[in-house]
């Protein structure tokens, strides 16, 4: 089993920076992708950035140019620098790990979420 520990988050003003990190340990396969999600009150949790181990990066479009997913594969950790912030980006965001290790012995799929954290925009 895998599991996910975030940190980072919080309360900034409008155009302020943050950085979130979300650290991987257990049974990992050297290939995965991990990346952060995020939901809004009322709205369904979607997509905000991936990046698979081999460096394939993801972006939901409301933010390309100011976000930037990155990740240190020997410490199984991915960061997202949160640049340029608006009242919008307000939203839990959930750090996301997968894995599909298909018929290697040793490692099973996994679809691991974390516990979120609060991102706060003010205008």
């Known amino acids: 089993q895998v599991q996910l520990m975030e940190s980072g988050g919080g309360l900034v003003q409008a155009g302020g920076s943050l950085r979130l990190s979300c650290a991987a340990s257990g049974n990992i396969y050297k290939t995965n992708t991990m990346g952060w999600y995020r939901q809004a009150p009322g709205s369904q949790r979607e997509l905000v950035a991936t990046m698979t181990t081999g460096g394939t990066t993801t972006y939901a479009d409301s933010v390309k140019g100011r976000f930037t997913i990155s990740r240190d594969n020997a410490k199984n950790t991915v960061y997202l620098q949160m640049n340029s912030l608006r009242p919008e980006d307000t939203a839990v965001y959930y750090c996301?790990?997968?894995?599909?290790?298909?018929?290697?012995?040793?490692?099973?799929?996994?679809?691991?979420w974390g516990q979120g954290t609060q991102v706060t925009v003010s205008s």
């Open positions: 996301n790990f997968k894995q599909s290790p298909s018929g290697i012995i040793g490692y099973s799929a996994q679809n691991v």
